[in-house]
């Protein structure tokens, strides 16, 4: 089976249509929240954090 044929077939079921189109909603919103910076943040001492931290 092809990709396109994969595609054809995803497209062609309701269900899985359906789930698609809700994950690639799901990231684009995640995408356009991400760029929303939130307030009384200090992005000096998150980025210091975020450096020193080797988990994060």
């Known amino acids: 089976m092809t990709i396109g044929q994969k595609i054809k077939t995803v497209f062609s079921d ?3 249509r359906r789930r698609v189109i809700f994950m690639l909603g799901i990231f684009v919103l995640f995408r356009l929240l991400a760029a929303v910076p939130v307030p009384g943040i200090d992005t000096l001492r ?3 954090f975020l450096n020193n931290n080797q988990f994060f």
Do not use: A, I, V
């Open 14 to 16: 309701r269900f899985l």
């Open 46 to 48: 998150l980025e210091q």
